[in-house]
């Protein structure tokens, strides 16, 4: 048996790995933005390593629908229709909202802990003279996510993952913008809720707390105009069927 025609040097796939990782994060924190092009040279560029590697990390996003590539091979990031967005907002109201509820039940001190933590940073960024947007994204996904890993479901994890690479370049417009929302610290609030919640273990309650965070900046980026508006429903996110709601503890 000759391996050598059967298995890539492990150089070579950490290096992909590696590529592929940082390419992900930049999608996933919405630090690129939709319809922005990029090129395999420049990214080899940036990340120091020969154009080989950073082909295989695209290919790999591009087959996840986190990149996409043009007729004419040219490569972006995707532009998301108003209906997409709002499947992948209703989808993510059930997951997300699914992991949340588990993760009330199953919070132990120290989980408490990082996430009030993580919900006491976010709070006082956004709290300063000139909030940081791209301190306040990694604030807020740390904070999701913190929560989400407590549910104790890797694969629920993963589908959770898989839809933030899709809706990252979108979902934290208005954190990267200094939008209304913020000066209005709207999303503080939510998120006060929810931790309120996952302290009194009441899943229902940090389910509702997490859609109602979910939704508000879903509805902000819709009538922001910032998605393709060629498949709008005029009948909004309502029009989407709404979640099962958890039982309550007690």
């Known amino acids: ?34 319809g922005e092009q990029l090129s395999l040279r420049s990214i080899a560029e940036a990340v120091g390593v020969s154009v080989m590697p950073v082909r295989e990390a695209v290919h790999r996003l591009v087959a996840e629908q986190a990149l996409e590539l043009s007729s004419t091979r040219a490569l972006r990031v995707p532009v998301m229709t108003v209906s997409q967005f709002r499947e992948i907002t209703c989808i993510r109201i059930n997951l997300e909202g699914l992991a949340t509820s588990l ?9 408490l802990q990082e996430i009030e933590v993580l919900s006491e940073r976010f709070a006082r960024e956004m709290s ?29 994890l993963q ?11 979108i979902l934290n417009y208005d954190l990267r913008m200094g939008t209304s929302r913020v000066s209005d ?25 997490l859609r109602g965070d979910i939704e508000s900046a879903a509805d902000y980026i819709v009538s922001a105009g910032v998605l393709v508006a060629a498949d709008a429903q005029p009948e909004g996110l309502a029009a989407l069927p709404a979640p099962a709601k958890a039982r309550r503890r007690g």
Not at 103 to 111: E, K, V
Not at 138 to 144: I, P, S
Not at 159 to 169: A, Q
Not at 194 to 206: F, R, S
């Open 1 to 34: 048996m000759d391996l050598n025609a059967l298995v890539t040097p492990v150089a070579r796939q950490t290096l992909s790995a590696d590529v592929y990782k940082q390419l992900r994060d930049l999608l996933t924190n919405g630090r690129v933005m939709p």
């Open 103 to 111: 993760a009330a039940a199953r919070l132990d001190p120290a989980g």
């Open 128 to 156: 300063s003279k000139r909030p940081d947007g791209s301190r306040l994204i990694a604030a807020n996904k740390d904070l999701h996510f913190a929560i989400y890993q407590r549910a104790g479901m890797p694969m629920l």
């Open 159 to 169: 589908m959770i993952e898989s839809l933030w690479l899709r809706v990252g370049p």
């Open 185 to 209: 610290k709207v999303p503080v609030d939510h998120h006060g809720r929810l931790v309120a919640a996952l302290k009194k273990q009441d899943g229902a309650a940090a389910a509702e707390a």
